[in-house]
């Protein structure tokens, strides 16, 4: 199934949306967990965001197409 947005005349696919939304996501979480001190656990901090990133942004699509 195809969900698209129309916002101001023009449609938007919703995975933009929610690719946004996720990236807002994203830098709260970045914020609690380096305030936290988890990335001083972590071997790789950037590789450990970006996995972060595509298991919320699979999770959330697969909640909106399944």
Excluded: K
């Excluded at 969900?3 to 933009?16: D, K, S, Y």
């Excluded at 967990?33 to 450990?48: E, K, S």
């Amino acid at each position: 199934m195809n969900f698209v947005i129309t916002l101001f005349g023009n449609e938007i696919p919703t995975l933009v949306v929610v690719f946004l939304v996720i990236g807002i996501v994203q830098i709260l979480l970045n914020r609690i967990l380096a305030d936290t001190g988890v990335y001083n656990y972590v071997w790789h901090p950037g590789l450990f965001r970006t996995a972060l990133f595509v298991s919320l942004f699979t999770m959330a699509s697969l909640l909106i197409y399944n």
